[in-house]
């Protein structure tokens, strides 16, 4: 079965502070795309980043990057020099290369503090 | 560009109702998708249309829920007879059609709040 574990319901931070949010998952397959979204309280979810599996450099956009170990099945977030306007729910998902469907964890509830 | 919506964003009804959901994906994209977060839960995949049709509707927890896609536009989701557990968010998503096995970004709509009381 494909699962996604994201083991911290909720977080706080300063703002200015780093943090990293975990993700574990377990697939057999060896082909898919791993996520991470974000959903603002005003509830539109957006894609932050992405990642291939099958490259082995970490993808990062702005301030935002992940720390892939594939053998681990590890995916984490780092949002460095958070903002106010990141405090959001993170969630972690992926997909397989052969299929659509985005598998979904619970979900991290991050909140920068001001 | 206009992104995906919903209609209506928040929906009380009663057990035995009928409610229809709507989503308007964006213009251009073939895929359209339904997930469901129940509280608490994951986000979880219901069904998947390209243009009109039904691609894989493996996630549809019954035959109480009835997706359509007329037209291959806009997209409706039937819930009849509503039961509590149906209580959730439901959420669209939207993509480009993909070509030579790689998944395109699918867009999400900000999703419709759904109490069954």
């Known amino acids: 079965a494909q699962t996604v574990t994201q083991s911290q319901p909720e977080m706080s931070v300063q703002e200015a502070e780093t943090v990293t949010l975990s993700c574990t998952y377990d697939t057999s397959e060896n082909n898919y795309y791993l996520f991470w979204y974000k959903q603002p309280p005003s509830r539109q979810m957006i894609l932050v980043i992405r990642q291939e599996a099958y490259k082995q450099q970490n993808a990062t956009e702005n301030r935002f990057s992940v720390n892939f170990q594939k053998a681990a099945k590890s995916f984490s977030l780092k949002i460095s020099d958070s903002q106010l306007g990141d405090t959001a729910m993170y969630f972690c998902?992926?997909?397989?290369?052969?299929?659509?469907?985005?598998?979904f964890g619970k979900g991290t509830r991050l909140h920068i503090l001001p | 560009e206009a992104g995906v919506t919903q209609f209506p964003s928040h929906s009380v009804i009663e057990k035995g109702q009928t409610v229809t959901l709507r989503c308007d994906p964006i213009s251009g994209h073939d895929n359209l998708y339904w997930y469901r977060r129940v509280m608490g839960k994951e986000i979880k995949f219901l069904l998947h249309f390209v243009k009109e049709s039904k691609q894989d509707e493996s996630g549809m927890p019954n035959n109480r829920f009835l997706a359509e896609r007329t037209g291959g536009t806009y997209s409706t989701l039937k819930v009849q007879p509503a039961e509590l557990e149906d209580s959730g968010v439901y959420f669209c998503?939207?993509?480009?059609?993909?070509?030579?096995?790689?998944?395109?970004?699918?867009?999400f709509g900000p999703g419709t709040r759904l109490t069954v009381l």
């Open positions: 998503a939207s993509s480009h059609l993909s070509f030579g096995g790689r998944p395109d970004t699918q867009y």
């Open positions: 998902a992926f997909n397989l290369n052969r299929d659509d469907k985005i598998i």
